[in-house]
């Protein structure tokens, strides 16, 4: 059973998406204000954040910042705003995935299941294992030879995503398009996290032990010791 942390001000919005979505099979909670749904991502955020826009004491913008300092879970943006510069900014801002009102609890719960399979959350295993890595997709917890790696949530995700294709070479276009949820963008985005990956995992570009750039084409995760998954 998924759970739904609902933020929409609406009460007549509310209580019906809530009500669409448990019969969906979720377990669902909700606020009415950012500062509600900040206290509630505070104490428990659960397994996804859907995130109206339109919130009478801030903006949402504003609240999904304050989210994203509490919280990694992936948050979907419910706005009425169909604005592409918008949007995108929204989603450079932390945002996971968004859609546009009105919609249907049926696409909603699409999305949910989307950002859930993205995320790790959805069906992957348990612990996903590389070598000394150990990727725990549901605590977003990761650790390399039994320490714990301080990972920010874009840094997680990605290593989440190749960890699950171990040995796999990942095109960047899949990285931007699965990992950032971007139709298009900058190469040097995934270059900058990798290297900030790379430091944490204790490697340079230059001597790989875990991540590997494969010139022209993308990245692959190898466990150093040679032992390739089975395919």
């Known amino acids: 059973m998924t759970r739904v942390l609902l933020v929409e001000d609406d009460p007549d ?16 909670r909700s606020a009415g204000t ?3 749904a900040l206290r509630e991502a505070t104490r428990d955020p ?31 943006i419910a706005t009425a ?15 996971d995935d968004y859609l546009v009102k009105p919609y249907s609890a049926a696409h909603l719960a699409a999305r949910i299941a989307a950002v859930l399979r993205r995320s790790g ?16 997709p549901r605590r977003r917890q990761a650790q390399l030879d039994g320490r714990r790696l301080d990972l920010s949530r874009r840094e997680f995700d990605l290593l989440a995503y190749l960890a699950a294709r171990p040995g796999e070479v990942v095109t960047r276009r899949e990285l931007l398009s699965e990992v950032w949820q971007l139709p298009y963008g900058d190469d040097q985005t995934i270059d ?7 430091r944490k995992l204790g490697e340079r570009a230059s001597q790989p032990r875990y991540l ?10 190898v466990d150093p010791s040679g032992n390739e998954p089975p395919r």
Request: glycine share 10%.
């Open 212 to 221: 590997h750039t494969v010139r022209g084409v993308g990245v692959r995760l």
């Open 121 to 136: 959350t959805g069906t992957q295993p348990a612990t996903l294992k590389v070598g000394g890595l150990e990727i725990d």
């Open 34 to 36: 950012a500062l509600a």
């Open 46 to 76: 659960g397994d996804v954040i859907v995130l109206d826009l339109g919130l009478p004491d801030l903006d949402g913008s504003e609240a999904l910042k304050m989210l994203r300092a509490v919280t990694r879970v992936p948050v979907i």
């Open 81 to 95: 705003r169909d604005d592409e510069a918008e949007i995108i900014r929204l989603l450079h801002a932390g945002a």
């Open 192 to 198: 900058v996290h990798l290297s900030w990956l790379r």
């Open 13 to 28: 919005i509310r209580s019906t998406v809530i009500r669409q979505l448990s019969e969906f099979g979720h377990s669902v």
